[in-house]
């Protein structure tokens, strides 16, 4: 579910209604997990599961008053949480009536910018922080301009302070403005007339969702039985906290027509909702790719593809039609290429990565071609550390030099200078690799799937295909639409189908079947 | 009786490495017109004790010269320090 703190999980819905004791099998299972933060956002969570959170648990309904009550009593727990404590949907009137008088203003204006906050003095304590000659204003500040229902009054005294730059955040107060969610149509058109901009990104809409974000809570029940590990540079190693896969929780969240569902051979034809969250639940875990690209490597003319440049370690496929894209990009902005994501060994275990340095590079990476000693020290590295490592990369090819100075290298000789090499260097100075993992037992395939649950997939990738603003996730649905085109298992009427779309890369892929 | 290459080697080692600690020694050093052969000697005496290279005599030569060279300059500066105290 992205870009949301709290949302409603349709099928864990379904399961808490129809089966509920498989449901508390579930929410015990990732309430024992690494996971178990992952129930603070979900709706559907129990309070027996929440209350276990602690402070990370305050901001849901289910949260129990009794155990939010011993954060507001004690003092020590209510000083260190107070920010969670604000976000609790359970306070009264009379709990924020107490503390909207406290001697400390981040209390003092969460109190007052609350729902049964008083409006008047809230307008008022804000006046006071502008007008105030100090020259940092408390946190609360920032947090009431982007997260504060702002009437007029106090939207026009923000507006009329647009350009200052709050001390706890980096962009101006207008910039602040515009990350409100609660600012009114009529204050939005404001903003746009009188010119106040948004903070420039030029990338937030194009990787919406793409970045961190939050599957369905649901989804962890498939997430141990395909192996994905959510997160970014998490470890597989966590998803044995999940405990076995459940099939029994797995059957009844298929039979209520949960996306992943679809994509296991074995599990009944359900149909699946088509929403862009049910197509995140599906492509950001890579379950598409594993779908597609583990059968199209068979091909002689498909691979897995990886290479870094840099600030980025790209994972993708080599293919003389679906990959001309990712070949012919800049490397180092290519991440944005439909179906290309970042290479991370931790985290995807059907794959196994390499990562050699070779002793070129490393003697290239300690001596930055000077031709000196005094050049390397001085210019290069800055300090006199590691000379042996400097001088046998300086004389490695130098044979004139080993006979003056009467010298021979050892076959320790590369083993040192990569060692030192390695020390400082940036990743993407390493010959990078990848492949299929041989030991991986991949479930996932597409050619083992009904027709149905194909049909349903196409339906979901045009879903994303259609998206109306250029995106990632737009861009790999395409890629997989294309992959799809290319797969000898895909039914005569998908062809049809993919040809109807008229898309030029899909065409070109039919055109050379 | 001299030191073994080893001794005289791990000796250059140390001296190198407390340069950069020795700003007053680096600059002097790095000032001299022999600096590069200088440097080169540390690096081998360095190299030789990682097991990157075998030396032969006249390498053997070039680290003894070096850590003569690398001693004074750093019983220089223990003098100067005397000197100001």
């Known amino acids: 579910m992205p870009n949301s703190n709290l949302y409603s999980d349709p099928f864990l819905k379904q399961l808490v209604t129809k089966e509920p004791k498989l449901a508390d099998t579930f929410f015990e299972n990732v309430s024992k997990s690494k996971f178990s933060e992952k129930l603070a956002h979900c709706l559907e969570s129990p309070s027996w599961a929440l209350e276990k959170l602690g402070k990370e648990g305050l901001k849901h309904p289910n949260y129990p008053r009794a155990k939010l009550d011993q954060f507001l009593n004690s003092p020590d727990l209510f000083k260190e949480s107070f920010w969670e404590i604000f976000e609790s949907p359970n306070l009264t009137p009379d709990d924020i009536a107490k503390y909207s008088i406290s001697e400390n203003p981040n209390v003092r204006g969460s109190a007052l910018m609350h729902e049964f906050g008083d409006k008047d003095r809230f307008f008022d304590f804000m006046s006071d922080l502008l007008a105030s000659t100090e020259s940092e204003l408390p946190t609360v500040f920032t947090r009431a301009c982007w997260s504060a229902t702002l009437d007029d009054r106090l939207f026009q005294l923000l507006v009329n302070s647009h350009s200052r730059i709050p001390s706890t955040y980096t962009g101006t107060i207008g910039e602040l403005l515009w990350r409100n969610k609660h600012l009114t149509e009529d204050q939005k058109a404001f903003l746009i007339l009188a010119g106040i901009e948004k903070k420039t990104d030029a990338n937030s809409d194009f990787w919406d969702g793409l970045g961190p974000t939050e599957h369905y809570l649901s989804s962890f029940a498939y997430f141990s039985k395909l192996g994905f590990v959510p997160g970014y540079n998490d470890q597989v190693e966590n998803l044995k906290s999940l405990g076995s896969p459940n099939s029994a929780v797995i059957d009844a969240l298929t039979s209520s027509g949960h996306p992943i569902g679809l994509l296991l051979a074995e599990q009944k034809d359900v149909s699946t909702d088509v929403s862009y969250d049910a197509l995140f639940d599906l492509i950001e875990p890579h379950f598409l790719h594993r779908l597609f690209w583990t059968e199209l490597c068979e091909r002689p003319d498909f691979a897995i593809y990886r290479r870094n440049a840099y600030r980025t370690d790209d994972l993708f496929i080599e293919h003389p039609i679906l990959g001309r894209e990712f070949e012919n990009a800049e490397p180092s902005d290519a991440t944005r290429v439909g179906g290309v994501f970042i290479f991370d060994q931790a985290g995807e275990p059907w794959l196994a990565g390499t990562e050699e340095l070779s002793i070129d590079s490393a003697i290239n990476e300690i001596t930055s071609y000077e031709e000196t000693m005094m050049d390397i020290c001085e210019h290069v590295r800055g300090n006199f550390e590691d000379l042996g490592a400097c001088f046998i990369a300086l004389t490695r090819y130098d044979e004139e030099a080993q006979l003056k100075y009467g010298f021979a290298f050892t076959e320790k000789v590369d083993d040192v200078i990569l060692e030192v090499a390695t020390a400082d260097i940036d990743s993407d100075q390493y010959d990078v690799s990848a492949e299929l993992n041989p030991n991986w037992n991949e479930i996932l395939s597409w050619k083992a799937l009904s027709d149905f649950k194909k049909e349903q997939i196409f339906e979901l990738l045009v879903h994303g295909h259609n998206i109306p603003t250029d995106s990632k996730l737009k861009n790999d649905c395409d890629h997989f639409l294309g992959c799809m085109a290319l797969h000898e298992a895909t039914p005569p009427h998908l062809l049809k189908k993919l040809k109807e779309l008229n898309m030029p890369i899909v065409n070109e892929v039919l055109a050379s079947r | ?85």
């Open chain 2, 1 to 85: 009786m001299s030191e073994t290459i080893e001794i005289v080697a791990q000796r250059l080692r140390d001296y190198g490495n407390s340069l950069d600690e020795n700003e007053g020694v680096a600059e002097e050093l790095t000032s001299r017109e022999d600096a590069e052969e200088l440097l080169i000697g540390m690096g081998m005496a360095d190299a030789y004790l990682h097991g990157a290279i075998t030396i032969y005599p006249t390498g053997e030569k070039h680290i003894r010269n070096t850590l003569v060279e690398v001693q004074t300059l750093f019983e220089g500066l223990d003098d100067d320090e005397a000197d100001d105290e």
